[in-house]
């Protein structure tokens, strides 16, 4: 979803940002938006599956090795 959001900027740093947006082949609000996204990165738990978000921490306690360990037990060929 877009939404409209007016800033307030220096003519002269508008005047750069149009001249550089026209050099990148895109618009200035192209470069905002770029801009703010990578300084407002989203949380990491909201990029994760809902069912890695329910599992976070049902492991504390346990070691990595005992799991791994149990995994190799409980994946290993019959024989």
């Known amino acids: 979803m877009t939404r ?3 800033l ?3 003519s002269a740093v508008i005047e750069r940002a149009k001249r550089m947006a026209k050099e990148r082949g895109t618009t200035i609000s192209r470069l905002v938006e770029a801009y703010l996204d990578r300084v407002s990165p989203v949380p990491k738990t909201a990029r994760e599956p809902p069912v890695l ?3 976070r921490g049902s492991l504390k306690g346990v070691r990595t090795e005992d799991y791994r360990r149990h995994l190799r037990q ?3 060929s019959p024989g």
Do not use: A, E, P
Request: overall charge positive; glycine content about 0%; cysteine-free.
């Open 4 to 6: 409209r959001l007016t």
């Open 8 to 10: 307030s900027v220096d």
């Open 74 to 76: 409980k994946y290993r």
């Open 53 to 55: 978000r329910r599992l």
